[in-house]
């Protein structure tokens, strides 16, 4: 076969994803708090970026809330004017707030030991002198200390230990301890082999440190905690040790065979739930438990004394940068290699991405939220109940956007509403046909609300079967199976209807437990 050498013209078509797509992409779906982490990256990466630490005008837009419909449009869209102007210039923090850390102690360091008379006739000079008043400091900042469970635990240890080696010991089981106070799965054996001691000895400190306050502390179960408790009162007895052994049949309400267990009357077992009552399963949480990183919303939604919707980015949370253009200019006008001006060209390029990438993202996200509250209107009015079955597929060909688009906008964001704070991925839910041939679908989370407010309201004799919650919403027009309602409850860890009349009744002769 002979080769030849011949020259063809083809057309066709390609998705290309060049990088500075991927970003912007990727963008999308990030947090307010992922992309702060990815924009300080940026700015560390790229000599052109520079934070903008202005203050500017939320960006906001505003939507009529009467009678929406899939086939309304908003009456108001963002203008140009409402957006950020990345390009403004950035106001020195430092010309108006006084930061210097020098200026709070002068004094601090030129002696640590004081008198409390000293102290007190040194703050009274300067309150005569007028250094300071009583706006300026709050004292009670400075006297209040939030002592952790473990600071509070180690501070005890020398009362009852005194042997440097038990010290050790214990001080390694208090590091051991969770927030409730608790030795979760602790194998003392290991620990004595980790610590070359001998088991006895590690048995000894733990006992030691049970005795410590509060009662409770150093438990390896509930059982123990509570029997640590009850021994601090004087009230444990083999009776008590029984029913504390058999904790699992008061969790689950079955009071007959806790009594057979005990082997007492039930008079004397309803004495001991009362009594059991009166003490604290986790002792540790009195100081606190870990902080916990809150929810910071990306969409403020609020309504207006003319009947609108208020939706507005949570812009103190929005990372804003700017490109330095006179370090550009400053930089251009050097004789440089041709690889820096291609460095430079590279990073201007990027900069510039950043910045446009950052109001897309800025303007998706203000687009899909404002859809969201015309299609859920009636929620932000009325209340869950009145949630409307709602899909990616809905708003995004009400805002002219591919679906994985929105997808990718309501990831991991969440919208500040007068009914508290929501995931956007919240507004989104499957849809239950209606009892009646011509009536609307109902949202799922908004039937799962019906069937815990009937829960809610059962008596010990109206607890409601699976069987009649299904009844009761078939009456209200909603068409749903059994199993679906049993799915339901369980998902909102509901227990089932004889464990929930078992529940009330127990709770009628002694209370909650």
């Given at each position: 076969m002979a080769l030849s050498t011949k020259l063809e013209l083809r057309q066709g078509q390609q998705l290309v994803m060049t990088p500075q797509l991927q970003q912007a992409i990727r963008l999308l779906q990030l947090s307010n708090i992922e992309l702060t982490q990815y924009v300080e990256s940026e700015l560390e990466r790229n000599p052109l970026l520079e934070p903008d630490d202005g203050i500017e005008a939320p960006v906001r837009s505003e939507t009529e809330t009467h009678e929406f419909n899939k086939s309304d449009e908003p009456t108001t869209q963002a203008s140009e004017s409402d957006w950020v102007d990345l390009e403004k210039p950035v106001a020195d923090p430092e010309t108006t707030f006084d930061t210097e850390y020098d200026n709070v102690f002068p004094d601090a360091g030129a002696s640590d030991q004081m008198s409390d008379a000293d102290a007190a006739s040194g703050w009274a000079s300067l309150r005569q002198r007028g250094a300071v008043s009583s706006d300026d400091v709050n004292i009670e900042a400075f006297l209040t200390n939030d002592v952790s469970l473990r600071e509070y635990l180690s501070d005890q240890i020398p009362l009852v230990l005194q042997d440097p080696v038990e010290r050790l010991i214990g001080r390694y089981l208090v590091d051991m301890i969770d927030e409730a106070g608790y030795l979760p799965s602790v194998d003392l054996a290991a620990i004595a082999e980790k610590l070359g001691a001998p088991v006895e000895l590690v048995e000894k400190v733990l006992a030691s440190l049970q005795t410590l306050d509060p009662p409770g502390v150093f438990a390896r179960s509930l059982a123990e905690c509570l029997s640590i408790q009850l021994k601090e009162q004087n009230r444990f007895d083999p009776i008590v040790s029984k029913f504390l052994e058999n904790l699992h049949l008061l969790a689950s309400h079955n009071l007959a065979a806790l009594?057979?267990?005990?082997?007492?009357?039930?008079?004397?077992?309803?004495?001991?739930?009362?009594?059991?009552?009166?003490?604290?399963?986790?002792?540790?949480?009195?100081?606190?438990?870990?902080?916990?990183?809150?929810?910071?919303?990306?969409?403020?939604?609020?309504?207006?004394?003319?009947?609108?919707?208020?939706?507005?980015?949570?812009?103190?949370?929005?990372?804003?940068?700017?490109?330095?253009?006179?370090?550009?200019?400053?930089?251009?006008?050097?004789?440089?290699?041709?690889?820096?001006?291609?460095?430079?060209?590279?990073?201007?390029?990027?900069?510039?991405?950043?910045?446009?990438?950052?109001?897309?993202?800025?303007?998706?996200?203000?687009?899909?939220?404002?859809?969201?509250?015309?299609?859920?209107?009636?929620?932000?009015?009325?209340?869950?109940?009145?949630?409307?079955?709602?899909?990616?597929?809905?708003?995004?060909?009400?805002?002219?956007?591919?679906?994985?688009?929105?997808?990718?906008?309501?990831?991991?964001?969440?919208?500040?509403?007068?009914?508290?704070?929501?995931?956007?991925?919240?507004?989104?839910?499957?849809?239950?046909?209606?009892?009646?041939?011509?009536?609307?679908?109902?949202?799922?989370?908004?039937?799962?609300?019906?069937?815990?407010?009937?829960?809610?309201?059962?008596?010990?004799?109206?607890?409601?079967?699976?069987?009649?919650?299904?009844?009761?919403?078939?009456?209200?027009?909603?068409?749903?199976?059994?199993?679906?309602?049993?799915?339901?409850?369980?998902?909102?860890?509901?227990?089932?209807?004889?464990?929930?009349?078992?529940?009330?009744?127990?709770?009628?002769?002694?209370?909650?437990?």
């Open positions: 009594r057979k267990a005990v082997g007492v009357e039930m008079e004397e077992i309803l004495e001991m739930v009362a009594e059991i009552k009166k003490l604290n399963p986790k002792p540790g949480l009195k100081f606190g438990s870990v902080q916990l990183q809150p929810i910071v919303p990306d969409v403020l939604i609020r309504s207006s004394p003319n009947g609108t919707w208020i939706i507005e980015l949570n812009t103190e949370t929005l990372p804003r940068v700017l490109v330095n253009r006179s370090y550009l200019a400053t930089v251009s006008q050097s004789n440089g290699s041709a690889s820096d001006r291609n460095y430079l060209l590279e990073c201007l390029q990027t900069a510039n991405w950043l910045v446009k990438s950052l109001d897309q993202r800025a303007r998706t996200i203000l687009r899909v939220a404002e859809e969201i509250v015309r299609q859920q209107d009636a929620f932000f009015t009325h209340g869950v109940q009145y949630l409307r079955p709602l899909n990616l597929r809905t708003v995004a060909d009400a805002i002219s956007m591919h679906e994985s688009t929105v997808s990718r906008v309501t990831s991991n964001k969440y919208m500040a509403t007068p009914r508290g704070i929501f995931e956007m991925k919240y507004f989104f839910t499957s849809a239950i046909a209606s009892a009646d041939d011509d009536g609307e679908s109902h949202s799922s989370e908004a039937v799962r609300h019906r069937i815990k407010q009937m829960i809610d309201g059962e008596t010990p004799a109206t607890v409601l079967s699976d069987d009649k919650i299904v009844e009761k919403l078939k009456c209200d027009g909603i068409d749903i199976a059994r199993r679906t309602v049993a799915k339901y409850r369980e998902a909102m860890r509901i227990p089932s209807s004889v464990q929930r009349r078992r529940d009330k009744r127990l709770t009628e002769r002694v209370g909650p437990v």
